[in-house]
């Protein structure tokens, strides 16, 4: 099996389960490739050299059975821009907090690993959003798993975000901002500022605006079929779209459009995980915390 694996660079006290991972992998005789920052981070923090077949240059095009994401959905969401539309499902192995996305805990390693070389595992399809913009092209990608974000900068006035779906005008949110985000980023940013959780399987979006000026302004549920259109106003002449987390600075007045991309992100899940059991273990759900 060809494998790729690609780390968090921050987390300088986890190197015993780096360590298991890549001799686990070593033992089951995979073609182990490596991001080079990951390698590099862990030979210059660690003073460890891995065993590899190769290193993955950023940028350059690569093929693999199954990706590998070391770290928390952060270092997860950055895996899937990397693997971009070349069909390769990712792992997340969570070595960072709650892990949604990186959902295998660390004491799960082996196990886990032994179930994907003997096929015992399942993939998903997740859906992803494109930004379009006309004029200009976003300086990364354009695609985001869990959320595109716009959201006011340098200054505590808010922004005025005019939206329509599907060329009906929906309304013009006053705000901080606007997510709109994909089932997967439902328990992402989105949860955060009180958005709905979702279902994978439900083909569905969700609007959720961040500290809206009128309190009567909820979320929003849509297909994910629908076309978002929104242009900005700003007292400060700019504001942020942010995909993933990863912003650019945009002039007041532009007008881009959010929709569903024509590829999918592919997840490895085990087939004793489930999204619900994911809800009930990183949510606590049906624990009495008075007992904890």
């Not at 360590?19 to 460890?48: H, M, P, W």
């Not at 990397?82 to 390693?109: C, H, M, V, Y």
């Not at 002449?237 to 959010?258: H, K, Q």
Request: hydrophobic fraction near 35%.
């Amino acid at each position: 099996m060809k494998v790729s694996v690609f780390g968090s660079e921050y987390q300088t006290d986890k190197h015993n389960i780096v360590r298991q991972l890549f001799e686990k992998l070593n033992a089951r005789k995979a073609e182990v490739y490596i991001d080079t920052s990951f390698y590099a981070f862990l030979t210059d923090k660690f003073g460890y050299a891995p065993p590899k077949t190769g290193l993955l240059k950023e940028g350059e095009p690569f093929r693999s059975d199954i990706a590998l994401s070391v770290g928390g959905d952060g270092t997860f969401l950055r895996t899937a821009v990397r693997i971009g539309k070349q069909n390769i499902p990712i792992l997340g192995i969570n070595t960072g907090r709650l892990g949604f996305l990186a959902d295998i805990g660390s004491r799960e390693i082996e196990e886990t690993l032994d179930d994907i070389f003997d096929s015992r595992f399942r993939i998903e399809e997740r859906p992803l959003l494109r930004l379009c913009t006309e004029d200009r092209r976003y300086a990364g990608s354009n695609y985001a798993l869990n959320e595109v974000a716009i959201l006011k900068r340098d200054t505590s006035s808010m922004i005025t975000i005019h939206t329509s779906l599907d060329d009906e005008y929906l309304t013009s949110y006053q705000a901080d901002g606007l997510v709109i985000a994909t089932p997967t980023g439902s328990t992402a940013y989105s949860m955060s500022v009180n958005g709905p959780i979702i279902v994978p399987q439900s083909n569905s979006f969700v609007l959720s605006p961040v500290a809206p000026h009128s309190l009567n302004v909820r979320p929003l549920v849509i297909p994910d079929t629908t076309t978002v259109t929104l242009s900005v106003e700003s007292r400060s002449d700019n504001f942020l779209i942010a995909l993933d987390g990863r912003s650019e600075v945009f002039p007041a007045g532009y007008a881009f459009t959010v929709s569903k991309a024509g590829h999918t992100a592919k997840l490895v899940k085990l087939h004793n995980r489930t999204f619900y059991k994911t809800l009930r273990e990183k949510l606590m759900w049906g624990t009495d915390v008075r007992q904890c």
